[in-house]
């Protein structure tokens, strides 16, 4: 039999050994594992990327197609076609279905918060405009879709709450309200708060804080998802790990429900992942057109075995590590937060192969005793 040596492993794996090598099967004691899915991988246009999936995960999430602008386009307008393909998808394929993102700041039009003359809608209308778009997309897919990301990116990296126009229309308990609408409309399925630099003190106190008051108010929370679109200095090792800590003590799931990590030059010294935030292409921000040059390969694969050796540690916590995306060629990070770069963030290479950060993160799993 042929081996494939795998020098950044420091080990040797067998070419048959590596057509069975499933990241669901390696981390079953551990985690659920997942991708976001975009329109092309459920829809057939990507076969290839859909062969992944259906092999290799056990969880998908929606990267795009439930977000308020695609799904809700205009006032009383639904357009549930890509959301629909996405959940058959999933459960052909006998996924574990997350929903994303029923609130969120971002990706959601204009006239959601406005009246007929252009103004902000009172606190009264904006509440009864949020209990009909949850009820509509949580109700539509109840039961089939298992778990929602009620609530997405509310929080200030300084541990406040984020001035949008949620907030500005609502006031600060659209939080509280959000998650009484989703199970509300879908009483048995689970609900989340996610966000990006959770790991951050002040974030991660002020998550810690928001999980207890929506608990206090009798409401049902059941996780919270650290986005994990990270790089190669950031998070620290003990900021993960105090995050994971923190957050299991309240007797919540904990997950990393958008992981990449972006090994391009930095393009600012910005570590979150707000959508809004962009940076114009320059030389010297896209190295590697032609291939990630071995050195920064290992450096990628090293570090990808440093944060799972983390999440494998407290996989008795840890209940789902999504990636966001399939591939590196579909990625967001090939258009964020610069456009049109070429970017090697997954474990799953341009041409769809397995990358040696794939081999190193199975070699990482540490089951659970
Ligand atoms: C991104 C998608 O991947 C892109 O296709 C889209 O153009 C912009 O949004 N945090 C989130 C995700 O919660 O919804 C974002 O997804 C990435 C950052």
Redesign the pocket.
């Known amino acids: 039999m042929t081996c494939i040596p795998l020098a950044v492993v420091g080990g040797a794996f067998c070419a048959r050994e590596t057509e069975q090598l499933l990241l669901r099967e390696a981390f079953r004691e551990n985690f659920l594992i997942g991708a976001?899915l975009?329109d092309d991988v459920v829809s057939g246009k990507d076969p290839r990327a859909a062969a992944i999936v259906a092999k290799q995960f056990n969880t998908i999430t929606a990267?795009?197609a439930m977000?308020w602008v695609w799904i809700h386009p205009a006032p009383n307008t639904y357009d549930f076609g890509p959301a629909d393909r996405f959940v058959e998808f999933g459960e052909k394929n006998a996924m574990w279905i997350v929903g994303?993102?029923l609130v969120?700041h971002s990706?959601i039009p204009d006239w959601a918060f406005e009246d007929d003359a252009g103004g902000l809608l009172t606190r009264n209308a904006m509440l009864a405009r949020l209990k009909d778009h949850i009820g509509s997309v949580v109700g539509r897919y109840k039961g089939r879709v298992r778990a929602w990301d009620v609530v997405?990116?509310a929080l200030t990296d300084e541990g406040g709450i984020r001035n949008s126009k949620w907030k500005q229309t609502i006031g600060e308990d659209f939080i509280a309200k959000a998650f009484e609408y989703a199970h509300q409309a879908d009483p048995d399925a689970e609900l989340y708060y996610?966000d990006?630099s959770l790991d951050k003190p002040a974030k991660r106190e002020a998550c810690v804080n928001l999980v207890k008051d929506l608990k206090a108010r009798g409401l049902r929370v059941d996780g919270v998802g650290i986005?994990g679109?990270w790089g190669m200095d950031y998070p620290t090792t003990d900021n993960l790990e105090a995050f994971i800590i923190a957050t299991g003590a309240l007797g919540v799931k904990v997950m990393v429900t958008?992981m990449d990590l972006d090994i391009l030059p930095t393009a600012w010294e910005y570590e979150g992942?707000d959508?809004s935030k962009r940076v114009a292409l320059q030389v010297g921000l896209n190295p590697y057109v032609d291939g990630l040059p071995p050195v920064m390969e290992k450096k990628l694969t090293d570090r990808y075995v440093e944060l799972f050796s983390v999440l494998c540690k407290h996989s008795d916590k840890v209940d789902r590590v999504t990636f966001?995306g399939v591939y590196d060629k579909t990625s967001?990070l090939n258009n964020?937060p610069v456009r049109g770069r070429t970017s090697y963030p997954l474990l799953f290479a341009r041409d769809y192969q397995p990358k040696p950060a794939f081999y190193a993160v199975l070699g990482a799993v540490e089951k659970k005793k």
């Open positions: 976001a975009n990267e795009n977000k994303h993102a969120w990706q997405n990116e996610n990006f986005q679109h958008e992942a959508v966001w967001w964020w």
